[in-house]
């Protein structure tokens, strides 16, 4: 447990949100949040770096001030269609035969199932250990002071592009910080909105964006697939743009304000002003026509995460069903539309539970990534390891998330 302050920052392709948190005996504390525009992420990865700058920059100097000191460094979320997941395999034996393994055993192992090549243009991200197995002995979650003679890991690797990552860490860079971590966002968002028992039953998360939607698959207490999708809730405001003739502001105003994502619980009756394109006035149209837009995006996602889900062979293993969060989250009638197209699987709104006095700013869908990256990067502290080489750089340490989990036996 730590009591030092940590800053995340959570970059999408809407906003750039900042985090400062500590945690104490009564868990994670937020001391400070703020949430600014960001232009200069597109689809998950940094588009244009002196936007992004700008906003990392804008959201950081908000919390230095409530917070009262400077900031160096930033955790910062990943995700976007270049992230990567796969299963590997670690194994390492114990001697003398039989004794207590230690923490370097455990680092030992993990580095060992680290040791897969990657095309040249992609690099490590994360290392999730999955299972532990020790004399072939299976779900040993915490294999630290058991006695074994041949100690094997399931890690699940999580890689993105070379160049991405190297723009994100420039964006940072030219903000005047440094980045701590990288943690990926899928991870981070269902550390917000899963309870432990979720997470070891099997659920899965579906965060819906800006730009994009990642889907992640939680199953045995740990994370064990991965996707992202390229829609998010932009698409919906582009639809609406384009075929109601309107600008930007004034479709992602209907979709807020009036948008609904089953036209069928909309009256015939019901109207909407709609300001089109070189008018000056408002006029009135049907609120079902815009919602049947909303609807047919909505679904054509619900259906793209029923699919990945099925190619992730753990559609039938999902007895804790699928939480929806994110921005994109909050329409109405979105929980039962995904619900309808998920056949069989319980699906729910999630969102974080903070409390506090900046419970009303983090108890929102859309802050469910920023608050997920303060519980990983709080939360797990004591399950860091540092690497052999020992030169401290991020891509050289390995996080777990055993510390929200119940132990195994």
């Known amino acids: 447990m730590?009591?030092?302050?940590?800053?995340?920052?959570?970059?999408?392709?809407?906003k750039a949100a900042c985090i400062a948190a500590t945690q104490d005996s009564d868990g994670l504390q937020i001391l400070a949040v703020s949430n600014v525009e960001c232009k200069g992420v597109r689809k998950g990865v940094v588009a244009d770096l002196e936007h992004t700058a700008n906003s990392i920059d804008m959201a950081v100097r908000k919390v230095q001030q409530a917070v009262g000191q400077d900031i160096a460094s930033l955790v910062v979320g990943i995700g976007g269609s270049h992230i990567e997941g796969m299963n590997t395999q670690g194994l390492f034996p114990i001697f003398p035969r039989a004794r207590e393994i230690t923490r370097d055993d455990v680092l030992q192992v993990m580095n060992h199932s680290r040791q897969v090549q990657v095309s040249a243009d992609r690099e490590q991200i994360q290392a999730l250990p999955r299972e532990f197995i020790v004399d072939g002995e299976r779900n040993s979650a915490r294999p630290v002071g058991m006695h074994g003679s041949r100690l094997e890991v399931t890690t699940y690797l999580v890689t993105g592009q070379t160049q991405h990552i190297q723009n994100l860490e420039k964006a940072v860079a030219m903000a005047g910080k440094r980045v701590d971590m990288i943690v990926l966002q899928s991870l981070a968002s269902g550390l917000a909105v899963l309870s432990p028992?979720?997470?070891?039953?099997g659920c899965a998360v579906v965060d819906i964006g800006g730009g994009t939607t990642d889907v992640a698959v939680f199953s045995g207490g740990s994370i064990v697939h991965t996707a992202c999708l390229p829609i998010g809730g932009q698409m919906i405001t582009s639809d609406l743009s384009k075929l109601l003739k309107t600008s930007p502001e004034e479709a992602e105003r209907l979709k807020q304000e009036d948008a609904i994502a089953i036209a069928g619980l909309v009256s015939q009756d019901e109207t909407v002003g709609v300001l089109q394109l070189g008018q000056t006035h408002s006029r009135p149209m049907q609120r079902r026509v815009l919602c049947e837009i909303v609807e047919s995006r909505t679904k054509e996602l619900a259906t793209?995460?029923?699919?990945?889900?099925?190619?992730?062979?753990?559609?039938?293993?999902?007895?804790?069903?699928?939480?929806?969060?994110?921005?994109?989250?909050?329409?109405?009638?979105?929980?039962?539309?995904?619900?309808a197209v998920l056949q069989n699987l319980r699906v729910r709104l999630g969102a974080p539970r903070v409390g506090g006095e900046l419970a009303e700013v983090l108890d929102r869908p859309e802050m469910s990534t920023g608050v997920g990256l303060a519980r990983f990067t709080l939360e797990c502290a004591e399950d860091e390891f540092a690497t052999v080489s020992g030169t401290g750089n991020w891509k050289e340490r390995i996080r777990t998330i055993w510390s929200l989990l119940p132990s195994k036996s």
């Not at 028992?197 to 039953?201: D, L, R, S, T």
């Not at 995460?305 to 994109?328: C, D, F, W």
Request: proline share 4%; glycine share 12%; net charge negative.
């Open 2 to 14: 730590s009591n030092d302050l940590i800053t995340v920052l959570d970059l999408g392709s809407t």
């Open 304 to 339: 793209m995460v029923r699919q990945e889900l099925e190619l992730s062979g753990y559609y039938s293993a999902l007895p804790a069903g699928v939480v929806i969060t994110g921005g994109g989250s909050k329409m109405p009638g979105t929980e039962k539309l995904f619900e």
């Open 197 to 201: 028992a979720e997470i070891e039953m």
